[in-house]
Structures are given as structure tokens and as C-alpha cells.
């Protein structure tokens, strides 16, 4: 059953995330690196994609907030804490490489954040193992979404690559442990609505 503090919580939490700014206990992967020498369409683009990366991140923060407030078992309870925290970093990550590169935060994080809430919250209610399954499912589709990222950044921009490299292979440990604490296989109609919802939102975050 959801608490008024776990409301509160969830309030708290999207204001850190959509209004401040993250912060990462491991160092930024790339950080050592040289910074490339890009033309001006170069950084936009980069710029572009790494704000699509930040705002999955939003999206992350909210599914796993809303997730955790419904759901029942300890395992998946902590199994999403820990997908969370190493999101908090993805956050921190992107946003510095968003600003290395001279681009800006999606004008639209706090309707994204509010939408990816909602949609936890609908996961957890529906059981953990659906809950668990709406986790790994999510977490491959960003996969495969990082993946196109590493064929669209320019070869040059080797700091931006690491970031997403790094992410990619997070995520897929989340989806990986999901699966390991019996997450259901969601069936092909909800997996192709989430690929939609997904594109609706990567097209929109590139531009606004």
C-alpha cells in the first residue's frame, strides 16, 4: 500500500531530479580522456544525443521511484534501489558530458519525470513479477537505444562513447539481475507500446 510518505518521497526525489544536479560516486567514464576536436554540427548532434540519454535517465529515476513504492518482496525492493542509485550516476554522467559539449537539459524533464512515475507506480501495482518484468524489459530496450547512440556520436568523440559504453553495460546487468529474481516475460503488445513510447520520447528530447 503506497504512504503519504512514500508520496513525499517521490516528490522530493523528482525535485532533485528534474532541478539539481547529480552527482556520481565513480569517476566519469572518459574523463581522462582528451576532448575531441568537433565542428560546430559535431557538438550539436553530440549534444542532442546525450540530452536524449539524460532524459532516459529522468525517466529511469521515476520508473524505479514508483516501482519500488509498490513493490511487495525485500529482493525486488533492493534489486531496484541499486538500478536507482547507478542511474543517480548515468544522470551525472550525461549531464556533464550535455554540457561539455554546449547543449542544455529537455525543457520538458518535469512532464517526463511525472509520465515515468505513473507508469512505475501501474508496474509495482500489478505484482512483482510483472513489476520485475516491466525492469528487465525497459532496460533492454535502452540497451539496444544505447547501442544506436554508439553509431550515431562521431567516431572523434571518444568521452562521449565511453559514457554510453559504461551505461550500456549497466543497464544490462539491471535487466540481467531482474530476470534472475523471476521477472515475467511481457507479452509482445506491451513491448511494442513501450518501443513507441520510447521513440515518441527520443524524438522529442533530440529537439526540445
Not at 508520496?7 to 528534474?18: E, F, H, M, P, Q
Not at 549534444?47 to 532524459?55: D, G, I, P, Q, T
Not at 513504492?69 to 549531464?95: F, I, N, P, Y
Not at 530496450?141 to 559514457?163: F, I, T
Request: aromatic share 4%.
Amino acid at each position: 500500500m503506497i504512504t503519504q510518505d512514500d508520496w513525499i518521497s517521490a516528490l522530493d526525489n523528482g525535485l532533485r531530479t528534474v532541478f539539481t544536479s547529480a552527482h556520481t560516486v565513480r569517476a566519469v567514464p572518459g574523463d581522462e580522456m582528451a576532448e575531441a576536436m568537433l565542428d560546430a554540427a559535431q557538438k550539436r548532434h553530440a549534444a542532442a544525443l546525450m540530452r536524449v540519454n539524460h532524459v532516459g535517465e529522468i525517466c529511469a529515476q521515476a520508473l524505479y521511484q514508483g516501482q519500488a513504492m509498490t513493490a511487495r518482496d525485500s529482493g525486488a525492493k533492493r534489486s531496484l534501489a541499486q538500478a536507482a542509485q547507478e542511474e543517480v550516476e548515468h544522470l551525472a554522467w550525461c549531464e556533464s558530458r550535455m554540457q561539455a559539449l554546449g547543449g542544455r537539459k529537455s525543457l520538458l524533464n518535469p512532464l517526463w519525470y511525472a509520465g515515468s512515475l505513473a507508469l512505475g507506480v501501474t508496474a509495482g501495482i500489478l505484482g512483482d513479477q510483472w513489476n520485475l518484468g516491466f525492469l528487465a524489459e525497459t532496460e533492454r530496450q535502452v540497451g539496444a537505444h544505447l547501442a544506436s547512440h554508439l553509431d550515431e556520436l562521431p567516431m572523434e568523440d571518444n568521452k562521449s562513447r565511453a559514457v554510453v559504453e559504461q551505461m550500456k553495460i549497466d543497464e544490462s546487468k539491471h535487466a540481467d539481475t531482474a530476470v534472475a529474481l523471476g521477472a515475467a516475460e511481457l507479452p509482445a503488445p506491451v513491448r511494442g507500446l513501450m518501443r513507441v513510447m520510447a521513440g515518441v520520447m527520443t524524438k522529442t528530447a533530440y529537439w526540445i
